[in-house]
C-alpha cells in the first residue's frame, strides 16, 4: 500500500494577549488573541497509509485513537470538503508534549491535510487546505504559513512577520497538562490586554531583527489565570530566570514553560536543578 511520511513541526508563542470573548457570528464563544508565534525544530512524524478503513495509531497513551482524533476528524474535514468518502491508516510518532500549549495536535492536522493531499493525488491549493484547517481549530491556519506570524486566530488575521532571528530554547515539559478549557477559567478580563504595546513592539524588534527587544517583550496573558490554579508553573518561570535564562514565559495555554538561552544560561544546569523533563529546542 502507498504511503507518504511527514515531519509535523510546531511552535511556541513569544506574545500573547487575550482581547475578547467574541459575543455574535460565526465564532461565538470563541476568543480573539493577539499572538506572535515562533518555529521550532521540534516535531512529531505522521505517516498516511491508503487503506480501506481509517485508523490511527500512536503508541501515546494520551493520544485518542477514535474519530475524536484531530488526524482522523482532519481526514473526515478533507472528505467532507471534496465530497469524497476515503480512507487511511494514520500513524503519529509523538514527540510534541500533550497539553503543552505547543500546539502538536494542530500542526499534526495541518501535516495530516498536507500528506493526504499527496496521498490521494488531490492538488489542493494551500488557500483550500487552510480553509479546511479552520474548521478543526483556530490554530490551525499557521502551520500552512511560514516562519514567524502574528495571529489573532478567530478574527482570522494571519500575518507573517520576515525575520532572521535565531533563538535557542530550553522548553520544560511538567508532569501535569493544562487543557484550553481549564486555561480560559476564571479569566479576569479587566487585567488582560495590558501588554498589547509589548506585543506590537516585539512585531517591530523581530522585523528589525533586534533580539534583545524581543526578548524584553515576552509575556502571555493565560499567565494571569494559569498560575493562579497551577503556582508550580510560576515556580518554574522565576528559577528559569535565576538559571540564566534571558526570559521566560508560558507557551499558549500551558503548561510547557520557556526559558530563552544565552551565554549565561548553562542547559544542564537547568536540567539538573528543575525537576521535570526539558528540552532543548531551537527557532527554525
Known amino acids: 500500500m502507498k504511503t507518504i511520511t511527514g515531519k509535523s513541526y510546531t511552535r511556541i508563542t513569544l506574545a500573547l494577549d487575550i482581547i475578547e470573548k467574541i459575543g455574535s457570528g460565526p465564532y461565538k464563544g470563541y476568543h480573539e488573541l493577539s499572538i506572535i508565534k515562533h518555529p521550532i525544530d521540534l516535531f512529531d512524524t505522521i505517516t498516511v497509509e491508503q487503506s480501506g478503513t481509517t485508523e490511527i495509531r500512536c503508541d501515546n497513551p494520551l493520544v485518542p485513537l477514535d474519530k475524536t482524533n484531530i488526524c482522523w476528524r482532519a481526514l473526515d474535514a478533507v472528505n467532507a470538503a471534496l465530497g469524497v468518502s476515503k480512507n487511511a491508516i494514520i500513524r503519529i510518532d509523538k514527540k510534541i508534549p500533550v497539553m503543552g500549549g505547543l500546539a502538536g495536535g494542530s500542526a499534526n492536522a495541518a501535516t495530516t491535510i498536507r500528506l493526504l493531499d499527496q496521498l490521494w493525488d488531490l492538488r489542493l491549493s494551500a488557500e483550500t ?23 489573532t486566530e478567530a478574527t482570522d488575521v494571519l500575518e507573517s512577520i520576515p525575520t532572521t532571528l535565531h533563538f535557542d530554547f530550553v522548553l520544560v515539559i511538567p508532569d501535569f497538562g493544562v487543557s484550553t478549557k481549564e486555561a480560559y477559567l476564571n479569566i479576569d478580563y ?3 490586554r495590558k501588554n498589547l504595546e509589548k506585543t506590537r513592539a516585539m512585531r517591530i524588534a523581530l522585523a528589525k531583527n533586534d533580539a534583545t527587544s524581543v526578548i ?7 499567565e494571569l489565570s494559569v498560575f493562579k490554579r497551577k503556582p508550580e508553573l510560576e515556580r518554574i518561570k522565576s528559577r528559569l530566570i535565576e538559571l540564566g535564562c534571558a526570559n521566560a514565559v508560558m ?9 530563552v538561552l544565552d551565554s549565561s544560561a548553562d542547559p544542564e544546569k537547568i536540567r539538573a536543578d528543575i525537576g521535570y523533563t526539558t528540552m532543548i529546542v531551537s527557532s527554525r
Open 251 to 259: 507557551s499558549g495555554s500551558g503548561s510547557t514553560m520557556i526559558g
Open 129 to 151: 487546505m487552510t480553509r479546511i484547517g479552520r474548521t478543526l481549530g483556530m490554530d490551525v491556519p499557521y502551520f500552512f504559513s511560514e516562519g514567524t506570524a502574528f495571529d
Open 190 to 192: 479587566g487585567e488582560t
Open 216 to 222: 524584553e517583550n515576552m509575556h502571555n496573558d493565560f
